[in-house]
């Protein structure tokens, strides 16, 4: 090989090596922009998920509330038509105490159930009675 021939190739790798390490600190950059991208990413996923994490707990919270008060209100309802079946017979009026019979031989209970629980005559729960079956059969 002749003198020009080894400078042009010595001068052919100088130049290959500088744009190769060019291209290795492009890459560098590159590589160090996609990892600082990628840990801005995590730290917003973990805000996210911490997030979501306190909404799931509000919506245990508020479910576990929900279903408290519906039973409380159910309890209430059992309480407010307990306190009606058990009201002296001298408070209720005549309209009332045709509903209340009415509504309890709907569900089956004979006159003298009805006649204790609404402290009411035995005679006067059977008569009560007896109109309800009528005015169901008319």
């Known amino acids: 090989m002749t003198m020009v021939d080894t400078h042009i190739l010595l001068y052919v790798t100088v130049v290959l090596l500088i744009l190769i390490t060019l291209r290795s600190v492009f890459l560098k950059r590159n590589a160090l922009q996609s990892n600082s991208v990628l840990a801005k990413t995590l730290q917003q996923l973990e805000?996210?998920?911490?997030?979501?994490?306190?909404?799931?707990?509000?919506?245990k919270k508020f479910h576990d509330f929900t279903t408290d008060l519906q039973q409380a209100e159910i309890a209430t309802k059992?309480?407010?038509?307990?306190?009606?079946?058990?009201?002296p017979a001298d408070e209720l009026h005549p309209p009332e105490k045709y509903q209340?019979?009415?509504?309890?031989?709907?569900?089956?209970?004979?006159?003298?159930?009805?006649?204790t629980i609404l402290t009411i005559s035995p005679?006067?729960?059977?008569?009560?009675?007896n109109l309800a079956n009528l005015s169901r059969n008319t």
Do not use: F, P
Not at 100 to 115: E, F, M, P, R, T
Not at 123 to 129: K, M, R, T
């Open 47 to 59: 805000v996210a998920r911490a997030e979501i994490d306190k909404l799931k707990e509000t919506e």
């Open 78 to 87: 059992m309480q407010q038509s307990r306190k009606m079946y058990h009201q």
């Open 100 to 115: 209340y019979v009415h509504s309890l031989a709907q569900k089956g209970i004979n006159a003298s159930d009805i006649a």
């Open 123 to 129: 005679h006067e729960a059977d008569q009560l009675v």
